[in-house]
């Protein structure tokens, strides 16, 4: 642990004063007794009006770090640590979310100064020299080329690859690439698992195609002197922001450091032997070697992590020589030790923000959108095969059909049935905004022009009426809602739908039950739940990386939605979010999205319920940090902050 400094240090030094009482006089005692309380009133007041650990900055947060490796990390938690210790090659500019500034790339891109060409399909870096690693290597575009591949080859199961993948890959069929095993399959002629033998070894017929995949991304990269280029297949107008700094997977990696360790070698016959291995297997998922400003002093695992200042960093050394990320579980214990100033920093979930609102020597910063949609999806066509939550699968009043939500009017009637406004105010306390599409307010593409549905329980029933010619609102229906076990704001969103359709008319019957996380996952994903809540959150800033999993026929969510979403989705959205990617101008693309979204409000094809507000809570002496989207979601970027 570090020596905690201002009143912790001066509680540490009483004991010792104590021990020497034993062989003086009374008047010496006496003396030492009032000199000790006027050093700790000192102490108190200094803590109350200045500052408590000064060289220490401390957050409490509850998310446990998976890894310490750039190419393997893919939630916050791990992407807050990486990205103390690992610079990317362009950082974001402040609070903006289009703008960036240099940072291993000593320039930004663009069309303007000749380093984006070929209509957005090759980006020109110019690597800053005398870069060093927390080794004391030296950084060159070799690294930051090597750093790239070796994302695309491990290519860990859930992890980030698959971004870089379709921006660097080539498409397949006009589809984009998300995994480089994608294109061996291609050049093989056969499945991924079938190119192996039953020990693992890979069988010698697939070589060749093993070889020409590495190939293929290896020709997306040149090196000329200290410049990197990166060649694209095709253009990818998102490209800046997926490697921009809090975007942990496309941080720099030290590649003669990481071969040392174990990591694969950059060899182009022997890839494969890399790719998605198991975390423990990974070689650098708990060390580090950075370029970033601070370094690994310790990390004891599901408990804290602590950085030390890298005074080698390129830029200015850090301004605090040491950062802890603490993971408290309890918001009662994260309280008490903001309260007390053992935290400078603290995570508080919205039920307990007034807890904290009025603390003294606390500032709590909240109202800023998050790039965040949680929404409702309708299934068109539900798979009621091995698990009914249909009822009777009829339309019958004791069940639905499995096209139940194919039905427009009874989508729009759904839509006008949820109290916005009230779950907004009652559940997450007025901490967010109603969205009008799958597109967060803050990025481009985002539109107030683009309507949005409201409660509005006569337009719910008038809808409900027209659905299925009138024998709906006859017959009523009956049908199972599945949330999340422990997520009680997607519980709290189901039990509001189903009081409100009851209200409506008391044939209309929903029940409401949980389910573990991964069973949950199992049934949205096999299509067996009729409604369900989920949320989104940016990967990076680009509206792209909403309108691609919530509506194109193969997104994250949309694929999943079945057979008659996919057909909608084939012909009103897919082309629009192919034709978005086919442009860098910023107002083609904000036009495209701005009709993709009024398209979706008008098929009603999700119900959009929330988009959060985020909110941090920060001891007054800290200095230094400001709002931006991403670094919101991402976690602290310690190297700004100060005390």
């Given at each position: 642990?570090?020596?905690?400094?201002?009143?912790?240090?001066?509680?540490?030094?009483?004991?010792?004063?104590?021990?020497?009482?034993?062989?003086?006089?009374?008047?010496?005692?006496?003396?030492?007794?009032?000199?000790?309380?006027?050093?700790?009133?000192?102490g108190l007041f200094v803590f109350a009006e200045?500052?408590?650990?000064?060289?220490?900055?401390?957050?409490?947060?509850?998310?446990?770090?998976?890894?310490?490796?750039?190419?393997?990390?893919?939630?916050?938690?791990?992407?807050?640590?990486?990205?103390?210790?690992?610079?990317?090659?362009?950082?974001?500019?402040?609070?903006?979310?289009?703008?960036?500034?240099?940072?291993?790339?000593?320039?930004?891109?663009?069309?303007?100064?000749?380093?984006?060409?070929?209509?957005?399909?090759?980006?020109?870096?110019?690597?800053?020299?005398?870069?060093?690693?927390?080794?004391?290597?030296?950084?060159?575009?070799?690294?930051?080329?090597?750093?790239?591949?070796?994302?695309?080859?491990?290519?860990?199961?859930?992890?980030?690859?698959?971004?870089?993948?379709?921006?660097?890959?080539?498409?397949?069929?006009?589809?984009?690439?998300?995994?480089?095993?994608?294109?061996?399959?291609?050049?093989?002629?056969?499945?991924?698992?079938?190119?192996?033998?039953?020990?693992?070894?890979?069988?010698?017929?697939?070589?060749?195609?093993?070889?020409?995949?590495?190939?293929?991304?290896d020709k997306d990269f040149e090196i000329k002197?200290?410049?990197?280029?990166?060649?694209?297949?095709?253009?990818?107008?998102?490209?800046?922001?997926?490697?921009?700094?809090?975007?942990?997977?496309?941080?720099?990696?030290?590649?003669?450091?990481?071969?040392?360790?174990?990591?694969?070698?950059?060899?182009?016959?022997?890839?494969?032997?890399?790719?998605?291995?198991?975390?423990?297997?990974?070689?650098?998922?708990?060390?580090?070697?950075?370029?970033?400003?601070?370094?690994?002093?310790?990390?004891?695992?599901?408990?804290?992590?602590?950085?030390?200042?890298?005074?080698?960093?390129?830029?200015?050394?850090?301004?605090?020589?040491?950062?802890?990320?603490?993971?408290?579980?309890?918001?009662?214990?994260?309280?008490?030790?903001?309260?007390?100033?053992?935290?400078?920093?603290?995570?508080?979930?919205?039920?307990?923000?007034?807890?904290?609102?009025?603390?003294?020597?606390?500032?709590?910063?909240?109202?800023?959108?998050?790039?965040?949609?949680?929404?409702?999806?309708?299934?068109?066509?539900?798979?009621?095969?091995?698990?009914?939550?249909?009822?009777?699968?009829?339309?019958?009043?004791?069940?639905?059909?499995?096209?139940?939500?194919?039905?427009?009017?009874?989508?729009?009637?759904?839509?006008?049935?949820?109290?916005?406004?009230?779950?907004?105010?009652?559940?997450?306390?007025?901490?967010?905004?109603?969205?009008?599409?799958?597109?967060?307010?803050?990025?481009?593409?985002?539109?107030?022009?683009?309507?949005?549905?409201?409660?509005?329980?006569?337009?719910?029933?008038?809808?409900?009426?027209?659905?299925?010619?009138?024998?709906?609102?006859?017959?009523?229906?009956?049908?199972?809602?599945?949330?999340?076990?422990?997520?009680?704001?997607?519980?709290?969103?189901?039990?509001?739908?189903?009081?409100?359709?009851?209200?409506?008319?008391?044939?209309?019957?929903?029940?409401?039950?949980?389910?573990?996380?991964?069973?949950?996952?199992?049934?949205?994903?096999?299509?067996?739940?009729?409604?369900?809540?989920?949320?989104?959150?940016?990967?990076?800033?680009?509206?792209?990386?909403?309108?691609?999993?919530?509506?194109?026929?193969?997104?994250?969510?949309?694929?999943?939605?079945?057979?008659?979403?996919?057909?909608?989705?084939?012909?009103?959205?897919?082309?629009?979010?192919?034709?978005?990617?086919?442009?860098?101008?910023?107002?083609?693309?904000?036009?495209?999205?701005?009709?993709?979204?009024?398209?979706?409000?008008?098929?009603?094809?999700?119900?959009?319920?929330?988009?959060?507000?985020?909110?941090?809570?920060?001891?007054?002496?800290?200095?230094?940090?400001?709002?931006?989207?991403?670094?919101?979601?991402?976690?602290?970027?310690?190297?700004?902050?100060?005390?």
């Open positions: 642990m570090l020596r905690v400094k201002g009143y912790g240090r001066l509680l540490g030094r009483r004991r010792p004063l104590t021990k020497q009482v034993g062989g003086m006089n009374v008047k010496n005692v006496k003396k030492i007794i009032l000199f000790a309380v006027v050093v700790l009133m000192l200045g500052v408590a650990n000064p060289d220490t900055l401390i957050e409490e947060t509850i998310g446990t770090i998976p890894s310490l490796d750039p190419a393997w990390c893919y939630d916050t938690a791990s992407v807050e640590a990486v990205s103390q210790m690992y610079d990317n090659l362009i950082q974001y500019d402040a609070t903006s979310l289009t703008k960036y500034l240099p940072m291993i790339s000593t320039n930004v891109p663009s069309v303007a100064d000749g380093t984006i060409l070929d209509n957005g399909k090759t980006y020109v870096f110019h690597i800053r020299k005398g870069v060093k690693f927390h080794n004391g290597d030296v950084l060159t575009p070799q690294d930051v080329k090597y750093s790239f591949e070796r994302l695309l080859v491990l290519d860990r199961s859930g992890g980030a690859a698959w971004m870089i993948a379709e921006a660097l890959f080539p498409t397949i069929n006009g589809n984009y690439v998300d995994s480089i095993t994608q294109w061996a399959e291609k050049f093989a002629g056969v499945k991924w698992k079938e190119m192996f033998n039953e020990n693992g070894t890979l069988k010698s017929q697939y070589e060749d195609a093993i070889v020409k995949t590495f190939e293929l991304m002197g200290n410049t990197l280029i990166i060649h694209l297949p095709h253009p990818y107008p998102p490209f800046l922001s997926m490697i921009a700094h809090y975007a942990g997977w496309t941080s720099i990696e030290d590649k003669k450091w990481a071969v040392e360790n174990g990591a694969w070698p950059g060899t182009a016959k022997d890839w494969w032997k890399y790719n998605n291995p198991t975390r423990e297997k990974d070689p650098l998922y708990s060390i580090e070697n950075g370029s970033g400003p601070f370094m690994l002093e310790r990390w004891s695992r599901g408990r804290e992590i602590v950085f030390k200042r890298f005074d080698g960093y390129w830029n200015t050394p850090a301004k605090i020589k040491y950062a802890v990320i603490r993971r408290v579980s309890e918001f009662t214990t994260r309280k008490l030790d903001l309260q007390r100033g053992n935290a400078d920093i603290i995570y508080v979930p919205e039920q307990y923000m007034a807890q904290v609102e009025k603390m003294s020597g606390v500032r709590v910063l909240k109202g800023f959108p998050t790039l965040e949609i949680v929404s409702g999806f309708f299934n068109f066509n539900v798979n009621a095969k091995g698990k009914s939550l249909i009822g009777s699968g009829k339309l019958d009043g004791n069940g639905v059909p499995p096209d139940f939500f194919s039905d427009i009017n009874v989508r729009k009637a759904f839509e006008y049935l949820f109290p916005y406004e009230k779950y907004i105010n009652e559940v997450w306390n007025g901490e967010g905004m109603i969205p009008n599409s799958c597109i967060p307010k803050g990025l481009l593409g985002y539109s107030e022009d683009v309507p949005s549905y409201n409660y509005n329980l006569e337009k719910a029933t008038e809808y409900f009426k027209k659905a299925y010619n009138g024998e709906l609102w006859k017959k009523g229906f009956k049908f199972t809602i599945v949330y999340n076990t422990g997520n009680q704001q997607r519980r709290l969103a189901c039990e509001m739908i189903k009081f409100y359709a009851r209200k409506i008319n008391p044939k209309f019957q929903i029940n409401v039950v949980s389910e573990l996380w991964a069973s949950y996952l199992d049934d949205v994903f096999a299509g067996r739940l009729p409604f369900f809540v989920m949320g989104w959150t940016a990967d990076y800033p680009d509206a792209y990386d909403f309108a691609q999993p919530f509506l194109s026929s193969f997104g994250t969510y949309g694929a999943f939605l079945g057979k008659n979403f996919r057909k909608l989705a084939q012909k009103e959205f897919n082309p629009l979010i192919v034709a978005s990617m086919k442009t860098s101008v910023p107002e083609e693309r904000a036009k495209i999205y701005k009709e993709l979204a009024t398209r979706a409000h008008n098929y009603a094809v999700e119900l959009y319920m929330i988009q959060p507000y985020g909110h941090h809570v920060e001891r007054t002496w800290v200095k230094g940090w400001y709002y931006n989207p991403m670094s919101l979601m991402a976690g602290l970027d310690f190297y700004k902050l100060s005390k």
